[in-house]
């Protein structure tokens, strides 16, 4: 039975202007089948130019209900509330009115990742610009989807972006700039598969909070099927990481830029016990059958490690899916890039109170290196205010001020900012779209020989 009914938030605040419909420069947001909590935090802030009614369309369930939720949480928060009012339709046709109904000019995707590629393309042909959430392609099948995807944007003069959020991460921006200045850092070091050029890691939890509260996972989040394997998921932030950090600015053709030397994947096995501590269901659905081992539990293909050349670079980059933190700690990051004059090192462990460091270790001894790291370190803290060096046993950590540091939510914000600036100036950098393309081609790639028999 199809359904159509406005979701009413608690609380609206009295500074709320009215949206001028007829504005053309007005943005108005479609959110399509919100199965992960990712399409949510996207509304977290408010933005300019941005109308505050949200048309959702998405099939009846838990996964509409948790998402409406949580925009409903955001509404009735103390500080700040915001004021989103969402429109939401419900049937097995919800792409389909979508499309025929076209209340909105931007579909946020951020879901079940086995259409995904799909809704991009066919949202693209019909005349939407498109902000998904990653992975945008889950497979080798996808990628090429993609590819398509990309082209329609470009003959319909629309904007197709992915959510990067790790770009907003402070240690990682600040890594990058240090990377920029030769006198600090040198040249970046070609590496070798034993010891890479550049190598990121990144462990998450499937049992984690969002917003204050442990978050219900859908069980076709465990489905690598529908969710897609660790390797091209959680990978994709890293993989783009490692263009953005070692190649600033530069287009990157995957056709003669992108080597995948090796590739591999293994499990995460989830209890009984674990899997209804979080999705709150008693059993397993059918689907994730074939994914049980002989003692019952769920093997879910959710790590993975890559090593690749990309423009002659050797980089490694690895994803780790643990069930539960230990108390007190959380997901975490490591990083190094390797120059000729010092490396610089992310480390987020016990030492660092589990929170991102940034370090910067001289290769050598040399006592004049720290006259002129402090010297060329003045321009940083320049454009980053209140950044500070402080001397270790091996060489210098980077001290951040409070207002630098930001959680992981806060960075949808940034993304949707500047989705939002693309798609008011058209000025889209040069090299977003081939690198997307690249990321891409990487871990669908990787995939493909890490599943060879």
């Known amino acids: 039975m199809k359904k159509l009914f406005k979701y009413i938030?608690?609380?609206?605040?009295?500074?709320?202007?009215?949206?001028?419909?007829?504005?053309?420069?007005?943005?108005?947001?479609?959110?399509?089948?919100?199965?992960?909590?990712?399409?949510?935090?996207?509304?977290?802030?408010?933005?300019?130019?941005?109308d505050s009614t949200v048309?959702?369309?998405a099939p009846a369930g838990n996964d509409l209900q948790l998402h409406l939720d949580r925009i409903n949480d955001f509404n009735s928060r103390k500080e700040n509330p915001a004021h989103w009012k969402e429109e939401v339709y419900t049937g097995n046709d919800f792409f389909e009115k979508m499309i025929a109904e076209k209340k909105g000019n931007v579909v946020v995707l951020s879901g079940n990742n086995q259409k995904k590629t799909s809704y991009i393309l066919r949202s693209l042909q019909n005349g939407f610009n498109v902000f998904a959430d990653k992975p945008m392609a889950i497979d080798s099948k996808g990628f090429d989807e993609l590819k398509q995807a990309f082209e329609t944007a470009q003959k319909k003069g629309l904007l197709l972006y992915d959510i990067m959020t790790e770009r907003y991460e402070i240690t990682t921006i600040l890594q990058r700039e240090l990377s920029m200045i030769p006198e600090i850092f040198g040249t970046l070091e070609k590496g070798t598969p034993e010891n890479p050029a550049i190598t990121k890691e990144s462990v998450h939890h499937l049992y984690k909070y969002v917003s204050g509260t442990v978050l219900t996972r859908p069980a076709w989040f465990l489905d690598v099927s529908q969710q897609g394997e660790g390797i091209v998921d959680v990978m994709t932030h890293l993989v783009d990481l490692v263009q953005w950090e070692c190649f600033p600015e530069q287009v990157i053709d995957y056709n003669k830029d992108i080597l995948v030397d090796k590739a591999k994947r293994w499990s995460t096995d989830i209890s009984r016990a674990q899997f209804k501590e979080i999705t709150k269901l008693d059993e397993f659905p059918s689907y994730l059958t074939k994914s049980t081992g002989e003692d019952s539990s769920l093997k879910v293909y959710c790590n993975g490690e890559i090593n690749y050349h990309i423009k002659g670079v050797h980089a490694k980059t690895s994803v780790i899916w643990n069930y539960k933190a230990p108390e007190g700690t959380g997901d975490t990051h490591y990083s190094i890039m390797r120059g000729s004059k010092a490396n610089l090192v992310i480390r987020q462990g016990k030492e660092e109170n589990y929170k991102p460091t940034l370090y910067i270790e001289p290769i050598t001894g040399d006592s004049a290196y720290g006259t002129v790291l402090e010297k060329n370190f003045a321009t940083l803290s320049t454009k980053f205010p209140g950044v500070e060096l402080y001397k270790t046993d091996s060489g210098w950590s980077v001290k951040l001020p409070e207002n630098l540091i930001e959680g992981h939510e806060a960075h949808f914000g940034r993304v949707m900012e500047k989705f939002l600036e693309y798609l008011k100036n058209k000025n889209m950098p040069v090299w977003e779209v081939p690198n997307m393309l690249a990321k891409y081609y990487t871990t669908t790639k990787a995939l493909d020989i890490a599943s060879a028999p």
Do not use: W
């Open 9 to 50: 938030p608690v609380i609206f605040t009295i500074s709320c202007q009215p949206v001028e419909k007829e504005n053309k420069d007005i943005i108005r947001l479609v959110t399509v089948d919100p199965g992960h909590f990712h399409a949510a935090l996207v509304q977290k802030t408010m933005y300019e130019h941005v």
């Open 55 to 57: 048309y959702v369309y």
